[in-house]
C-alpha cells in the first residue's frame, strides 16, 4: 500500500494530517504511534477510507482506493475501531457472520464458504465454542476479539486495529497482541494498527511509524525510532532503554 502526499485538514490543529507518505509493507505488523493528536487515528481512518483526504492518494496493489467499489474493498481491507455499539443480545456467531456481507449479494450466497469462512474467524479467536453466546455475557476482552472474527469472516488480506487494547485490562491487552502476531506469522495478515502503549509496539511490530503534528517524524524498525532522543523530541519525556532475555528491547519513562 502505497500513501502520497496525504492532506486532512480540520478547523482545529488535532488530528490534521500534513504531507504524509509512507509504504505499508505486505505481511509485515506496522503499528503507528503517537502523541495525542498528532494525526495516528486519522491516518488509519484514511487508510480504511473512513475518511476521504483534501489532496493526496493511497493505492492499494496500483489502484487508488477511492476507485474500489464497496465490497471489493471490503475483501481487500477490514477495520476493527476502538469502540463498537451493537445489540448486546446478538450471539456471537451472528455478528461473525456480518463479516460474509461483502461475499454476498440478493441473488447468490455460498453457504458452505460462509460457514467454513465463520468456522475459521471463530477458531482463530479462540471463540468456537461460544457461537450461541450473547455479547453482553462476554467480557471486554472477548467482545474485541468477537469484532475482530467478524473481520477476519470478511477475509480480508489487510487488517486495520484502531487503538484495539484501550480500556482493556493487561491481560487481555497481551491475549489480544499475541492473537494480532499469530495471525500475521500464521496466516500471513497484513496488520495496520494505532498503539498508545510505547513497549507493545516496540514488542509487536515489524515496523513503526511516529507522528508528530500530523507528520510522520520517523519510522522503521522498532529499535531504530524508539530511541531516547526521539522519545525527548516527540513526547518530551525522558527515559532509558534495556535489554532483557525475556523482555527484549524496553523503554522505561524517568520523568519530564
Given amino acids: 500500500m502505497d500513501i502520497q502526499d496525504i492532506i486532512v485538514s480540520h ?5 490534521h494530517l500534513n504531507g504524509v507518505s509512507t509504504t505499508i509493507v505486505q505481511g509485515k505488523i506496522t503499528t503507528i504511534i503517537g502523541p495525542n493528536g498528532c494525526g495516528k487515528s486519522t491516518l488509519l481512518s484514511v487508510i480504511s ?7 493526496g492518494t493511497v493505492s492499494l496493489e496500483n489502484k487508488d482506493l477511492l476507485h ?12 476493527v475501531y476502538q469502540q463498537n455499539d ?6 456471537i456467531e451472528k455478528l461473525v457472520g456480518f463479516g460474509r456481507l461483502p461475499h454476498q449479494t440478493m441473488l447468490k450466497k455460498n ?8 468456522e475459521w474467524a471463530l477458531a482463530c479467536t479462540n471463540l468456537q465454542h461460544k457461537g450461541t453466546t450473547s455479547l453482553e455475557a462476554l ?9 475482530i472474527a467478524m473481520a477476519l469472516a470478511q477475509q480480508s488480506e489487510i487488517l486495520c486495529l484502531d487503538e484495539p487494547t484501550t480500556y482493556l485490562d493487561i491481560y487481555y491487552q497481551i491475549e489480544l497482541l499475541e492473537l494480532v502476531k499469530t495471525l500475521n506469522e500464521q496466516h500471513g495478515l ?10 507493545q509496539a516496540i514488542r509487536y511490530s515489524d515496523h513503526i511509524i511516529l507522528m508528530k503534528e500530523g507528520q510522520i517524524f520517523a519510522e522503521g524498525a522498532p529499535r531504530d525510532v524508539i530511541t ?14 534495556n535489554e532483557d532475555k525475556q523482555l527484549g528491547y524496553y523503554m522505561m519513562p524517568m520523568g519530564i
Fill in 68 to 79: 474500489y467499489k464497496p465490497k471489493e474493498f471490503a475483501k481487500k481491507l477490514a477495520i
Fill in 11 to 15: 478547523d482545529n490543529t488535532r488530528n
Fill in 86 to 91: 451493537i445489540p448486546r443480545d446478538l450471539t
Fill in 139 to 147: 467480557s471486554g476482552g472477548e467482545r474485541q476479539r468477537v469484532w
Fill in 228 to 241: 531516547k532522543d526521539m522519545i525527548k523530541e516527540v513526547y518530551g519525556v525522558d527515559a532509558i532503554f
Fill in 111 to 118: 453457504h458452505d464458504e460462509d460457514s467454513k469462512a465463520i
Fill in 190 to 199: 497484513t496488520i495496520i494498527m494505532v498503539l498508545h502503549d510505547i513497549n
Fill in 49 to 55: 477510507r473512513l475518511h476521504s483526504p483534501k489532496s
